[in-house]
């Protein structure tokens, strides 16, 4: 009886199952279709887009090439001395017993400047004068004893010799006063005093520095293959941080007769006038030096150059057909003088170059040409303050 029941209920169910099969086939083939027309769609439109893209004409600004005189110079950074500085200082030990300049004072050559405390100077110098005075009369009276055969030649002679000794202790006791004194040795401007009165100072210790600031020496360093393209008496420019729109012009004073072995850089100095005072000792500063004669060479603003690690390039502008049509051209760059820099090869003068907009370009890009706005093309260009 069990038997011949459950066979009905199997025969069933199988219609059933069937039928679920054939609904999840036809959902996922729904579902697959959907996804193909997806991406036909997206694949559509991103072509519609590149192709929008690649229709579109960008704009770009030219400029000309030039043909201008360009000066080579050589740039090094040196550093300011003084023509004449020296840090004052006694050269004996003593107190300090009178003090006759201020800080930052210019002083001329002799000034006196510091005075130790003489103690019993003058009296030593009193004594060794009267001896010397009494060798002097002691001296001639045995001279004239000798003229009347009084007293021997020998005596003259030791009399002579005894004034001479005296005469120079008396000289010696001078140079011993006049160490207690400081005086400038040449004109300058002091700087902040180190001592105070009454102090007691060590031999060699400094008091104050005084520096002649007209002229100014600039020493600083080129390379030897600059020797044979600069002189004495060639002028230089020299520019300072702290006077960022100024110039100072100056010229080459020596050349130093020695290369240093271990950078073969040559050591040179330079002069310039400093009536002003503005340049101090131990500054930073940036040297110009032009260097060979001048020579036509074409030129483009810097912007206009692509800097890549395969080549240097800019886009050079023609015309095809009425079209405005840029290639692209490897140059070789030379010196830069401000936003302009020179071209040794790969474009000639009167070619028409791409200044702004070279993102967006490719070799036989069309381009449309807006030259409203330009990027700035001054040899010497100067800050601007805001």
Not at 84 to 90: L, P, T, V
Not at 135 to 159: I, P
Not at 189 to 205: E, H, K, N, S
Not at 327 to 352: C, E, H, M, P, Y
């Amino acid at each position: 009886m069990n038997d011949s029941v459950a066979l009905p209920r199997t025969t069933e169910r199988r219609p059933r199952t069937w039928l679920r099969m054939i609904v999840m086939l036809l959902l996922v083939g729904l579902v697959a279709a959907g996804l193909i027309w997806f991406q036909d769609f997206k694949a559509g439109m991103i072509k519609q887009v590149v192709t929008a893209i690649k229709s579109a004409v960008p704009t770009v600004a030219t400029a000309k090439a030039t043909m201008q005189q360009w000066q080579p110079t050589q740039t090094a950074t040196g550093s300011a001395r003084a023509s004449n500085g020296a840090d004052m200082a006694a050269e004996i030990s003593g107190v300090v017993d009178r003090i006759d300049f201020k800080s930052g004072q210019d002083v001329a050559a002799g000034t006196e400047l510091l005075r130790l405390r003489p103690n019993d100077d003058d009296a030593k110098l009193a004594q060794l004068q009267a001896s010397a005075d009494l060798a002097g009369v002691t001296l001639r009276r045995d001279q004239m004893q000798l003229a009347a055969h009084g007293v021997a030649q020998a005596t003259v002679d030791s009399d002579a010799a005894n004034l001479k000794v005296a005469r120079a202790q008396v000289a010696a006791q001078q140079a011993v006063m006049a160490e207690k004194i400081v005086k400038a040795p040449f004109a300058g401007r002091l700087g902040v005093r180190q001592v105070d009165l009454g102090q007691y100072i060590a031999a060699g210790t400094a008091i104050v520095t005084l520096q002649q600031l007209d002229p100014m020496f600039v020493d600083f360093y080129l390379p030897q293959q600059a020797l044979g393209q600069i002189a004495v008496g060639q002028k230089v420019a020299i520019s300072a941080d702290a006077y960022p729109n100024q110039t100072f012009d100056g010229v080459i004073s020596s050349l130093n007769p020695k290369v240093d072995s271990s950078s073969r850089m040559l050591p040179i100095r330079a002069s310039i006038p400093n009536p002003d005072g503005k340049l101090l000792p131990g500054m930073f500063l940036s040297v110009s030096v032009d260097s060979g004669p001048s020579r036509s060479l074409v030129t483009i603003p810097s912007a206009a150059v692509a800097y890549n690690p395969y080549g240097s390039l800019v886009y050079v502008l023609h015309d095809d057909n009425g079209k405005q049509v840029v290639n692209q051209q490897f140059v070789t760059t030379g010196a830069n003088r401000g936003d302009q820099v020179s071209i040794l090869k790969g474009i000639k003068a009167n070619d028409v170059v791409v200044t702004a907009g070279q993102l967006k370009l490719h070799n036989g890009s069309a381009v449309k040409v807006d030259n409203t706005v330009q990027p700035t093309d001054n040899p010497a260009p100067e800050p601007v303050d805001r």
